[in-house]
Nanobody
Framework: QVQVVESGGGLVQPGGSLRLSCVVS????????MGWYRQAPGKERALVAQ???????NYADSVKGRFTISRDNTKNTMYLQMNSLKPEDTAVYYC???????????????????WGQGTQVTVSS
């Protein structure tokens, strides 16, 4: 049974930083693309950042230069370092383990990937 568990969300002031973590168990973590999606109230879930099994990364334009995605295959863990946070970054952030054979994750969420329960990030003064 594959499990994906996020942590690290919380309340932060504008301009602040947070680091999200995602631990995967029960799967060949190193062979899969991984990513973070987010969903703000009233909006659709969308891809924020992703990292391939080979370490290539891709970011949404809205977070480029502020967010950094990384992975530690020895710990089956993926991270999202979020700096210079803005109120519009407020959302539930979801960790995704891409299905086997997928090099890149789709921009819209797929039911064929494995999802965590999400962690709330709130940016507010």
């Amino acid at each position: 049974q594959v499990q994906v568990v996020e942590s690290g969300g919380g309340l932060v002031q504008p301009g602040g930083s947070l680091r999200l973590s995602c631990v995967v168990s029960g799967s060949m973590f190193a062979s899969n693309a991984m990513g973070w999606y987010r969903q703000a109230p009233g909006k659709e879930r969308a891809l924020v950042a992703q990292i391939t099994s080979g370490g290539q990364t891709n970011y949404a334009d809205s977070v480029k230069g502020r967010f950094t995605i990384s992975r530690d295959n020895t710990k089956n863990t993926m991270y999202l370092q979020m700096n210079s946070l803005k109120p519009e970054d407020t959302a539930v952030y979801y960790c995704t383990l891409g299905r086997r054979g997928r090099t890149w994750l789709p921009s819209s969420p797929s039911p064929y990937d494995t999802w965590g329960q999400g962690t709330q990030v709130t940016v507010s003064s």
